[in-house]
Nanobody, 120 residues
Framework: QVQLVESGGGYVQAGGSLRLSCAAS????????MGWYRQAPGKQRELVAS?????????????RGRFAISRDHTKDTVYDKDTLYLQMNSLRPDDTAVYYC????????WGQGTQVTVSS
């Protein structure tokens, strides 16, 4: 089992920046790929960016060059924890959506989502 908790969404004017975070806990050692998806009202959920265990990244054409995904692994005495980030620059109104953190092991896990609203 993997638990995902997003944070960092909010309201920003066009051209601004936000950074989303996703704290992953549980069986993080079994995660093969993590990513960010988004869903705007009336639209299907779409992949924004993903990062594999070897660091390879993939971006939607609409965000390439503006967004950056990264993943940080930490370990304390008991637990392994991964934190996934999405740095979003030069935001546009069409970036407005609920953003979801996603992790894949042998199955898929989703966070609860965080709202990003970009005003024109």
């Amino acid at each position: 089992q993997v638990q995902l908790v997003e944070s960092g969404g909010g309201y920003v004017q066009a051209g601004g920046s936000l950074r989303l975070s996703c704290a992953a806990s549980g069986s993080v050692f079994s995660i093969r790929v993590m990513g960010w998806y988004r869903q705007a009202p009336g639209k299907q959920r779409e992949l924004v960016a993903s990062i594999e265990g070897d660091g390879n990244t993939n971006y939607a054409d609409s965000v390439r060059g503006r967004f950056a995904i990264s993943r940080d692994h930490t370990k304390d005495t008991v637990y392994d924890k991964d934190t996934l980030y999405l740095q979003m620059n030069s935001l546009r109104p069409d970036d407005t959506a609920v953003y979801y953190c996603h992790a894949e092991t042998k199955r898929a896990f989703w966070g609860q989502g965080t709202q990003v609203t970009v005003s024109s």
